[in-house]
T-cell receptor, first 116, second 113 residues
Framework: SAVISQKPSRDICQRGTSLTIQCQVD?????MFWYRQQPGQSLTLIAT?????????ESGFVIDKFPISRPNLTFSTLTVSNMSPEDSSIYLC?????????????FGPGTRLLVL | GNSVTQMEGPVTLSEEAFLTINCTYT??????LFWYVQYPGEGLQLLLK?????DKGSNKGFEATYRKETTSFHLEKGSVQVSDSAVYFC????????????FGQGTRLTINP
């Protein structure tokens, strides 16, 4: 398994501002992902963070709104830009130590974001 | 495409009751199947997994068997505790294409003493 930490754990932000969420893993991992969990909902994949190249975004999510960085194999950031109250969610970082269909994804504790 | 359907919640049981949370899936081939649990105010934790037909995943008294014939992966526990109160997510990972993790909608479980 992998130990994943996220910063901040929670934040309250004003609309129109941006917040950058950090994800740190205790070991090198192949795959890193960012998910959104809106209140009372399941998880939705935002993007796959690729090391050394642009992230791969899912339908409905764009780089201008959710820029992602992954400078190395243990760290990634997600920025929520120009926030609105609809962005209030839990944002979760997830990692897959080794790529493959039988491999397990592990999740961080999440960042709870409230936009006023 | 791949999809997961869970029984709708919320589910409320008394302590020591038997628990079943139904999960069925649609996928090509033999996906890997997972149950994750989200305790109040926390992230997701892997509860158990199964990667091939007839495999049984188990952890913390919970069990789920990979049933290819019924495309199901129902979660069971013989005697639940108050500490099992959480949201449970069934998920699958396909063996073809992007191999993304696909989640069910989640089932909120409350155990009363």
């Amino acid at each position: 398994s992998a130990v994943i930490s996220q910063k901040p754990s929670r934040d309250i932000c004003q609309r129109g501002t941006s917040l950058t969420i950090q994800c740190q893993v205790d070991s090198q991992v192949t795959m890193m992902f960012w998910y959104r969990q809106q209140p009372g909902q399941s998880l939705t994949l935002i993007a796959t963070a690729n090391q050394g190249s642009e992230a791969t975004y899912e339908s409905g999510f764009v780089i201008d709104k959710f820029p992602i960085s992954r400078p190395n194999l243990t760290f990634s950031t997600l920025t929520v830009s120009n926030m609105s109250p609809e962005d209030s969610s839990i944002y979760l970082c997830s990692v897959e130590p080794l790529a493959g269909p039988r491999e397990t994804q592990y999740f961080g504790p999440g960042t709870r974001l409230l936009v006023l | 495409g791949n999809s997961v359907t869970q029984m709708e919640g919320p589910v409320t049981l008394s302590e020591e009751a038997f628990l079943t949370i139904n999960c069925t899936y649609t996928a090509t081939g033999y996906p890997s199947l997972f149950w994750y649990v989200q305790y109040p105010g926390e992230g997701l934790q892997l509860l158990l997994k199964a990667t091939k037909a007839d495999d049984k995943g188990s952890n913390k008294g919970f069990e789920a068997t990979y049933r290819k014939e019924t495309t199901s992966f129902h979660l069971e526990k013989g005697s639940v505790q108050v500490s099992d109160s959480a949201v449970y997510f069934c998920a699958l990972k396909g063996i073809q294409g992007a191999q993304k993790l696909v989640f069910g909608q989640g089932t909120r479980l409350t155990i009363n003493p």
